[in-house]
């Protein structure tokens, strides 16, 4: 194996130091960056907008420890770039679960991850009926569209916030057509047609005799839908990230998520829960499934089988405008990952079952027979990496805009496992890697382009900066680097210093709007950058 686990040093004395990044932090703060104590180097005088990230924020609930934090509420963290000055915000997203249990000053709501409420007793000593409903974090990723903020879970409705507060306006069915009343934490943006593509996802459960249903919506930015399509693939139960092209939806059928009777009643009767039961199930199929997108080829599904492994994050994606051959790569997780908290560093033991990143083609034979052929990213093969990024402009290139050059991940040291504290470089075009090491833990990097919408078609595809929550485990605090994309290795072109503690978090994206109340500005230009 050419990534090694943790040793039994690293075990005691390295992980428990990263793994304090997990810890709640139940303060929701509002203040603009000190330019002398806050920010060390210089925030580039091009970067304008709003980078936002979506995380758990506690990993205990009122007293109560959470068994994963999935199972944690979600906590909206808000940096805001302006002609001022740089501003923080963060808060929690008003669920109804947190709500109530706010009210109630305890855990009420089981997780799908395994977390239960303390069991209470009456006067007369029965135990009391628990809450059969599972909490809804709205944790794993948020962005901003057509006036709205949106955070998403992927077994709930999301919610909406508003843009300038981050107050909770409440649950979105996004002008009522969310009908199977869930959204997943990832989207694609199709920039020659101005569109997100959002899709969405409820499994089939045998015991119940349902069918799978997947949903996949193209939005303009009024949130008018432009297209719905609807998807039962027997097997296609899971769909947290997917691939767009310009005639075709990519999504991977796990063969991780398990939804026969057995495994159904295992959930029912409290054996496990559906969190903690993602595991490899070898009588499950493992494929890739193209959706058609267009009116060429719409109603056609291809089923290719592949690998078995589960893929939570896709990369990079290229359609070739001549041959119509499908590019793709994605971070594979291996048979034997499963969601345990592992040494509680990260959210899944890949420890000791790396996720690594991996290319798919996809060619078309004769008669349209497609083939499907997957190989392992040999410069990056020694990554245990996850949350690949690209340039969100380029999710869907079509003829006359260069095949996507590079993806960036949060990565552990070459050959070791854990902790992720590397951000790592792939150019396609040269087979080149570059990295930078934090010296802590290191979350999603998250590209920000330096022009803008216009970097669909202009410019080079890593022309801008990447931006990254960072844990420093020795002051138990947390700070947001940046860094010229086209040359990570340098380090850090500015820190942006929290004074306090930031739990760990999911994903985020960058909008290039000023998301806040600009009436309240720092009094002095001795703000400004």
Not at 38 to 61: H, M, S
Request: aromatic share 10%.
């Amino acid at each position: 194996m050419t990534i090694r686990p943790p040793t039994e040093k690293e075990i005691r004395e390295v992980l428990p130091a990263g793994a304090r990044g997990w810890e709640s932090q139940t303060g929701e703060f509002d203040y603009w960056f000190d330019p002398e104590r806050d920010i060390d180097g210089t925030v580039p005088k091009e970067l304008r907008g709003t980078f936002l990230r979506n995380g758990p924020g506690v990993t205990e609930v009122y007293g109560t420890p959470l068994k994963h934090p999935i199972d944690g509420d979600g906590m909206i963290a808000r940096v805001t770039f302006t002609d001022n000055g740089v501003h923080f915000k963060n808060k929690f997203v008003q669920t109804i679960s947190h709500m109530k249990e706010k009210e109630a000053g305890k855990m009420i709501f089981p997780g799908q991850m395994g977390s239960r409420p303390p069991v209470e007793y009456d006067s007369e000593g029965k135990k009391k009926k628990q809450s059969t409903h599972y909490r809804d974090p709205s944790h794993t990723n948020v962005f901003y569209w057509g006036g709205k903020v949106i955070s998403c879970h992927e077994y709930s409705l999301p919610h909406s916030l508003c843009p300038k507060t981050l107050e909770t306006v409440g649950r979105d069915t996004l002008g009522g057509t969310l009908d199977i009343r869930t959204l997943s934490a990832h989207y694609r943006y199709d920039a020659d047609k101005d569109l997100i593509v959002l899709v969405a996802f409820k499994p089939g459960i045998e015991l119940l005799k349902t069918k799978p249903q997947i949903r996949l919506y193209e939005f303009d930015r009024s949130w008018k839908l432009h297209k719905k399509t609807k998807v039962s693939v027997p097997g296609l139960n899971y769909a947290h990230d997917f691939i767009l092209t310009p005639n075709w939806y990519v999504l991977h059928m796990t063969p991780f998520v398990n939804t026969s009777k057995k495994a159904t009643m295992d959930i029912v009767k409290g054996k496990t829960s559906p969190g903690e039961s993602l595991a490899y199930s070898p009588e499950c199929p493992s494929k890739m499934v193209l959706v058609g997108r267009t009116s060429k080829n719409e109603g056609k599904i291809i089923e290719l089988d592949t690998e078995p492994c589960h893929i939570y994050h896709f990369g990079t994606a290229y359609e070739n405008p001549t041959d119509k051959s499908i590019q793709f790569d994605a971070c594979c997780l291996p048979p034997g990952f499963t969601m345990e908290w592992q040494y509680k560093s990260f959210l899944a033991n890949v420890a000791d079952f790396p996720g690594t990143m991996h290319h798919y083609t996809v060619t078309f034979g004769s008669g349209g027979k497609a083939s499907l052929v997957r190989n392992q990213i040999a410069k990056v093969s020694r990554y245990s990496c996850e949350f690949p990024f690209v340039n969100q402009y380029r999710h869907c290139v079509r003829e006359g805009v260069a095949k996507p050059r590079y993806f960036y991940m949060m990565a552990g040291r070459e050959g070791v496992a854990l902790p992720f504290a590397n951000i790592v470089k792939y150019d396609y075009e040269t087979n080149l890697k570059t990295e930078w090491d934090s010296k802590g833990v290191i979350g999603e990097p998250v590209f920000i382009p330096r022009l803008g919408e216009a970097s669909a078609h202009q410019g080079n595809e890593d022309d801008g900066w990447l931006i990254a929550q960072h844990y420093v485990p020795g002051e138990h605090r947390t700070q947001f680097i940046i860094l010229d994309a086209a040359c990570i290795e340098r380090g850090p072109v500015c820190v942006l210093k929290l004074r306090h503690h930031l739990p760990i978090s999911f994903h985020g994206t960058f909008s290039h709007n000023i998301l806040m109340d600009m009436s309240d500005t720092p009094a002095t230009d001795s703000s400004r950058l």
